[in-house]
């Protein structure tokens, strides 16, 4: 009824329309409002094409310099949601195999991504060579999946030393044992699982297989010959029978007179020339060349074409070739793992050095090296930890990224952000449990296995970072690689 003022008077001063009317309506209205709304546009198509050609000249010349302007070099578009924490997923055990105080010494994904495998062994000291192991599998994609109960549990009578699922079909996986003999298991089939083996003859092993891989085979396309790698320093390769059996196609062997500063060792038998292989990783790029860790500490480039005879010559059906070409500077212990890049630059003349020609290996000294192909000399040594390294395993996605499994846990390193130290360090369990392998997945890239001693396997989901590849990182490697040809 008061205010301090006096009365304010309003007026309208300016409106966008003089008139109202209704465009549409979710109720009746008349057909004249229906057709004045809807009325056709009005263009003036010749007044258009004169002024497109008039400014026709200068937004050539506009875009021609946005094409060639590097204001947005290395700007990356990332169309997921950015997730910076790394966690773990699952956490899967078998109870009987923890009762057994076994442990996991290998792992596997599948060739869809969705199923895990892990085998079931000890890797420390005991009398457990005749111990009954297991092989389990889990299917992460499972409604009803339960990390305590295995999809699939198959029962071996000897210690399982390590694990590889079929590159191409997903229900083959392959292990080797700590007997030397190596077996098929097709998960399909729950009855008798069993679709290959070696047996125990002359050509098998003599000592425990530390891996296996698949190969193709060039001359069968629908079949796949497999690779095994123990410490009898052999690596055979062998392929399928139809009654069951792999037999012996062809192999290698390690032996003293290609390692340095061992050439005094008196070559009486077999047994002193051998040189333990513990690990073996194939260029992704030449089918030809492999990289072997043996227990010597040395890591050492070889050749499928090396012709010259293994000396003396082993017992057995196929003669033994020596394959080795380049020593590589050594470790202080056993060279447990190792891992070639999966990354080049697509040129069309790929000089060196490329990141085609780079490994990783790592062993019980705790450091990881990362080697050209090309040199003897590591291109950096890194001390990563007082304890053993286990596995080391490049990253599928990110040429800067690679993952180690050692004594303390499991560690994630990004060399873009650090050489010295690692981005993440993952504590596998409550104590400090040896983890003893580890697998990216390479369909759901996300997803980092890990096997541990305590008998569980751990599933991690990888944060955005260590999977989003960031600009110039391949010029990053390449210029790794080139610091050591200087």
């Not at 060196?352 to 780079?358: D, H």
């Amino acid at each position: 009824k008061t205010c301090q003022t006096g009365k304010i008077s309003t007026a309208e001063a300016a409106a966008q329309s003089h008139t109202a009317r209704d465009a549409a309506v979710q109720t009746e209205q008349s057909k004249d409002a229906v057709q004045d709304f809807q009325q056709e546009v009005q263009v003036d198509y010749t007044g258009l094409l004169l002024f497109l050609q008039r400014v026709e000249d200068a937004v050539i010349k506009e875009l021609n310099k946005n094409w060639k302007s590097h204001a947005f070099d290395g700007f990356e578009v990332y169309w997921t949601d950015q997730d910076e924490t790394v966690l773990c997923l699952h956490t899967l055990s078998y109870p009987k195999a923890q009762d057994q105080n076994l442990q996991v010494t290998s792992v596997s994904w599948n060739a869809t991504g969705s199923v895990i495998a892990c085998s079931y062994g000890r890797l420390d000291d005991g009398d457990w060579s005749t111990e009954k192991s297991y092989v389990c599998t889990w299917n992460l994609d499972r409604r009803g999946l339960n990390p305590q109960h295995p999809d699939l549990v198959v029962d071996v009578p000897s210690s399982v030393m390590c694990l590889a699922f079929h590159p191409s079909q997903p229900s083959l996986i392959a292990g080797g044992l700590f007997s030397g003999e190596l077996v098929v298991w097709d998960t399909s089939r729950t009855e008798d699982p069993v679709v290959w083996r070696t047996g125990m003859t002359d050509d098998t092993h003599a000592d425990p297989v530390y891996q296996v891989n698949w190969l193709p085979d060039t001359k069968h396309r629908n079949h796949a010959r497999l690779l095994s790698v123990a410490t009898d320093g052999k690596i055979l390769v062998w392929r399928e029978e139809r009654d069951g059996r792999l037999a012996l196609a062809e192999g290698f062997a390690i032996v003293a007179q290609q390692i340095p500063r061992s050439t005094r060792l008196k070559k009486v038998a077999w047994g002193e020339a051998a040189v333990g292989v513990t690990s073996l990783s194939f260029s992704h790029f030449d089918s030809g060349v492999f990289v072997v860790g043996v227990e010597g500490g040395y890591a050492l480039r070889c050749s499928v074409m090396a012709q010259a005879p293994a000396l003396p010559r082993p017992s057995g059906s196929v003669p033994l070739r020596a394959p080795a070409e380049l020593t590589f500077s050594p470790h202080a212990g056993p060279v447990y793992s190792v891992s070639c890049s999966p990354f080049h630059r697509q040129t069309r003349f790929l000089l060196p050095p490329s990141p085609r020609n780079l490994f990783l290996s790592c062993g019980t000294d705790g450091q990881v090296h990362l080697h050209s192909m090309l040199q003897t000399q590591p291109v950096f040594a890194l001390q990563l930890s007082k304890k053993y390294l286990f596995c080391v395993c490049w990253s599928p996605v990110r040429p800067l990224v690679f993952a180690a499994a050692s004594g303390e846990g499991v560690h994630l390193f990004d060399l873009a952000r650090s050489m010295q130290k690692p981005t993440v360090s993952l504590k596998q369990s409550t104590s400090d449990c040896p983890v003893y392998c580890l697998e990216f997945n390479t369909k759901h890239t996300r997803l980092l296995a890990a096997g541990d001693a305590a008998g569980t396997v751990k599933v991690w989901q990888l944060s955005t970072d260590f999977t989003e590849q960031g600009p110039r990182e391949m010029s990053h490697l390449e210029q790794l690689a080139s610091e050591i040809m200087d």
